[in-house]
């Protein structure tokens, strides 16, 4: 099987935002030195690909890396996990906030160069930009069936079952036509540490770079960008005092006054 | 005819029908909006309810083989059909609002791509002009602000506003649509239960949710805790990918958004991208053993103390209070 791996990176929110601006035309600037790393939708895409192949060595996995800030470190630490072929993806325009020009972008390039790729793997969020709306517009202009919210794949009698849970149920689908799949984070995809000899491989490696284009669509602009405003909470916290017996009677005595049923 | 219009799934249940509600209410800001119920058969509950929250049209979209269907894949078809066969929304840019949650921002993609519209997304707040509707976004995990301006429509979007306020007697004009277009076959999923055995995020009172910093153990006791206080399990990001809990019970801006009476967060920092899961209304009660951590900044009671001694005496007092 043969899998394509569509991965976006975000800022590592451990750190604080490096400056962000929009330009006069309209084109988000990113200054200083962002800190740009997997997010975890896209870490669990990337799990979920390396465990198929694990199963099946045959497995192919191409993987297309959004082009941005840092790119050069991000594609080295995706290379560790030796994809079969590994690209920078850059969009012209680049507007990840119009999730329709980006859908139709990524599209026309996997039709004519990833045609054969029978499961697109995608994180339900592609970058910072995306609210979930790309994954389910890549897969409409592809023409493909969509799982969304994927947690889980495994090789089960020589076909492949992707699984994700809703309410109660476990729900699986056995994957028998082209799919794009939107995964999200479970402890069963989380990403494994790369081997250090490959760590040492990817960082003389290097990278060619690919462009996904299409007419500027109208109708929809970015027409400003500022720091989150900081929402007003209730907050005013009162410290419950005493030793850990007396805080948990003092708890017990709150919930009990807020009407808690227990 | 108003530019603003609800379209709302009944298959996704009576919390859906209100956050949407909620939102168009919200955003109309007195205007007058339309509200689309799509189903098998109509509601006059419902219908009664969009009326009682403001809406002077009420459109009963009935397609009799959506069945139980809440898939949006299956649901886009029907949708645009209802909303092709309506009166044209007006002149200005139209606005489209659909219920809040994942599904909801699915659907609203797939209608526009399908209407060739504006895939607005998760807003934080909408606003119509005489020529647009601007959108606001969180963007960098909720660090920065990004306004979209739609200039041709239809629009479609999700926004959370709460829920909706009651006008007893208020009434609406009520119009049935039927709809035939052939419907997509929906994925052929095998269910298998999944163990979960307490109730949903969706809805719940009280949400007692743990953090990075509590383990399986911890877990085993905030479940109890849940079970004790008649209220449900959550968990922040690090805590799903920990595998403490199923991503389904992940609160925070890619997970779900709550809003219980109280929030019970144990092991939680109080990250921006895990409070934008928690509604401003809920109360937050936050157990943690760094007194400097953010959680207290925004919790209305504290307790400084680690998890591993707290929770079992909490569990000790409950116990001792149940009368008999």
Same mark, same amino acid.
């Given at each position: 099987m043969n899998i394509l791996v569509l991965l976006a990176g975000v800022a590592d929110i451990r750190f604080p935002l490096h400056p962000i601006v929009l330009s006069s035309e309209a084109v988000i600037q990113e200054q200083g030195s962002p800190r740009r790393v997997l997010s975890p939708f896209d870490e669990a895409a990337l799990e979920i690909a390396l465990k198929l192949r694990d199963a099946r060595p045959e497995t192919q996995i191409d993987v297309l890396l959004l082009d941005g800030c840092n790119s050069e470190n991000l594609l080295r630490s995706v290379a560790a996990f030796c994809p079969d072929s590994l690209q920078c993806l850059q969009l012209q325009p680049c507007q990840l906030w119009d999730a329709r020009q980006t859908a139709v972008q990524i599209a026309g390039l996997i039709k004519r160069d990833y045609p054969g790729h029978e499961l697109i793997l995608l994180g339900r969020e592609l970058g910072d930009l995306d609210e979930g709306s790309i994954a389910v517009l890549l897969a409409r202009r592809l023409g493909r069936a969509q799982l969304a919210m994927a947690q889980f794949g495994q090789w089960q009698n020589e076909q492949l079952w992707l699984m994700r849970e809703r309410g109660t149920c476990e729900e699986w689908l056995q994957v028998d036509q082209p799919l794009l799949a939107s995964v999200t984070n479970d402890r069963r995809n989380k990403l494994r540490h790369p081997l250090m000899k490959n760590v040492m491989q990817a960082k003389r490696m290097t990278f060619t770079q690919v462009t996904a284009s299409a007419p500027e669509r109208v109708g929809l602009s970015l027409s400003q960008l500022e720091n989150a405003p900081v929402i007003a909470r209730g907050g005013q916290c009162r410290l419950l005092s005493g030793d850990i017996a007396e805080q948990a009677k003092a708890l017990v005595g709150w919930l009990k006054e807020q009407g808690v049923n227990s | 005819m108003s530019r603003l219009l609800a379209v709302i799934p009944q298959a996704w249940g009576d919390q859906a029908l209100e956050a949407a509600l909620g939102a168009a209410q919200h955003v109309s800001a007195g205007e007058s909006y339309a509200v689309v119920l799509v189903s098998s058969q109509p509601s006059a509950e419902h219908a009664q309810l969009a009326a009682r929250a403001g809406a002077k049209l009420v459109y009963q979209a009935v397609h009799a083989a959506l069945g139980e269907c809440d898939e949006p894949q299956v649901l886009v078809v029907a949708i645009a059909e209802a909303l092709r066969a309506i009166p044209r929304l007006g002149s200005e840019v139209p606005l489209v609002l659909l219920p809040p949650g994942p @599904? #909801?921002?699915? *659907?609203?993609?797939? &209608? /526009?791509?399908? %209407?060739? +519209?504006?895939?607005? =997304?998760?807003?934080? $707040?909408?606003?119509?002009?005489?020529?647009?509707?601007?959108?606001?976004?969180?963007?960098?995990?909720?660090?920065?602000?990004?306004?979209?301006?739609?200039?041709?429509?239809?629009?479609?979007?999700?926004?959370?506003?709460?829920?909706?306020?009651?006008?007893?007697?208020?009434?609406?004009?009520?119009?049935?649509?039927?709809?035939?277009?052939?419907?997509?076959?929906?994925?052929?999923?095998?269910?298998?239960?999944?163990?979960?055995?307490?109730?949903?995020?969706?809805?719940?009172?009280?949400?007692?949710?743990?953090?990075?910093?509590?383990?399986? @153990? #911890?877990?085993? *006791?905030?479940?109890? &805790? /849940?079970?004790? %206080?008649? +209220?449900?399990?959550? =968990?922040?990001?690090? $805590?799903?990918?920990a595998g403490m809990v199923p991503v389904l019970r992940q609160v925070g801006v890619s997970g779900k958004f709550v809003s219980p009476q109280i929030y019970l967060a144990v092991g939680i920092s109080g990250t921006l991208q895990h409070l934008a899961g928690v509604s401003l209304d809920s109360c937050i009660v936050a157990v943690n053993q760094d007194p400097e951590a953010d959680i207290f900044k925004v919790a209305s009671l504290g307790i400084v103390a680690p998890w591993e001694t707290f929770l079992p005496a909490l569990l000790a007092g409950l116990r001792q209070s149940v009368p008999g």
């Amino acid at each position: 099987m043969n899998i394509l791996v569509l991965l976006a990176g975000v800022a590592d929110i451990r750190f604080p935002l490096h400056p962000i601006v929009l330009s006069s035309e309209a084109v988000i600037q990113e200054q200083g030195s962002p800190r740009r790393v997997l997010s975890p939708f896209d870490e669990a895409a990337l799990e979920i690909a390396l465990k198929l192949r694990d199963a099946r060595p045959e497995t192919q996995i191409d993987v297309l890396l959004l082009d941005g800030c840092n790119s050069e470190n991000l594609l080295r630490s995706v290379a560790a996990f030796c994809p079969d072929s590994l690209q920078c993806l850059q969009l012209q325009p680049c507007q990840l906030w119009d999730a329709r020009q980006t859908a139709v972008q990524i599209a026309g390039l996997i039709k004519r160069d990833y045609p054969g790729h029978e499961l697109i793997l995608l994180g339900r969020e592609l970058g910072d930009l995306d609210e979930g709306s790309i994954a389910v517009l890549l897969a409409r202009r592809l023409g493909r069936a969509q799982l969304a919210m994927a947690q889980f794949g495994q090789w089960q009698n020589e076909q492949l079952w992707l699984m994700r849970e809703r309410g109660t149920c476990e729900e699986w689908l056995q994957v028998d036509q082209p799919l794009l799949a939107s995964v999200t984070n479970d402890r069963r995809n989380k990403l494994r540490h790369p081997l250090m000899k490959n760590v040492m491989q990817a960082k003389r490696m290097t990278f060619t770079q690919v462009t996904a284009s299409a007419p500027e669509r109208v109708g929809l602009s970015l027409s400003q960008l500022e720091n989150a405003p900081v929402i007003a909470r209730g907050g005013q916290c009162r410290l419950l005092s005493g030793d850990i017996a007396e805080q948990a009677k003092a708890l017990v005595g709150w919930l009990k006054e807020q009407g808690v049923n227990s | 005819m108003s530019r603003l219009l609800a379209v709302i799934p009944q298959a996704w249940g009576d919390q859906a029908l209100e956050a949407a509600l909620g939102a168009a209410q919200h955003v109309s800001a007195g205007e007058s909006y339309a509200v689309v119920l799509v189903s098998s058969q109509p509601s006059a509950e419902h219908a009664q309810l969009a009326a009682r929250a403001g809406a002077k049209l009420v459109y009963q979209a009935v397609h009799a083989a959506l069945g139980e269907c809440d898939e949006p894949q299956v649901l886009v078809v029907a949708i645009a059909e209802a909303l092709r066969a309506i009166p044209r929304l007006g002149s200005e840019v139209p606005l489209v609002l659909l219920p809040p949650g994942p @599904q #909801g921002e699915e *659907l609203a993609a797939l &209608l /526009a791509d399908c %209407l060739d +519209g504006q895939a607005l =997304g998760r807003c934080v $707040a909408l606003r119509l002009e005489d020529d647009a509707v601007l959108a606001e976004r969180a963007a960098w995990g909720g660090r920065m602000r990004l306004v979209l301006r739609a200039a041709s429509g239809p629009a479609f979007a999700c926004v959370r506003a709460g829920r909706p306020q009651l006008k007893a007697g208020a009434s609406a004009d009520l119009f049935d649509l039927e709809l035939h277009g052939s419907l997509p076959k929906a994925l052929t999923l095998d269910k298998r239960e999944s163990g979960q055995r307490l109730p949903p995020l969706e809805g719940a009172k009280l949400v007692v949710s743990g953090g990075r910093g509590v383990n399986e @153990q #911890g877990f085993a *006791l905030l479940e109890e &805790l /849940a079970l004790s %206080l008649g +209220g449900t399990l959550g =968990g922040s990001l690090p $805590a799903v990918d920990a595998g403490m809990v199923p991503v389904l019970r992940q609160v925070g801006v890619s997970g779900k958004f709550v809003s219980p009476q109280i929030y019970l967060a144990v092991g939680i920092s109080g990250t921006l991208q895990h409070l934008a899961g928690v509604s401003l209304d809920s109360c937050i009660v936050a157990v943690n053993q760094d007194p400097e951590a953010d959680i207290f900044k925004v919790a209305s009671l504290g307790i400084v103390a680690p998890w591993e001694t707290f929770l079992p005496a909490l569990l000790a007092g409950l116990r001792q209070s149940v009368p008999g």
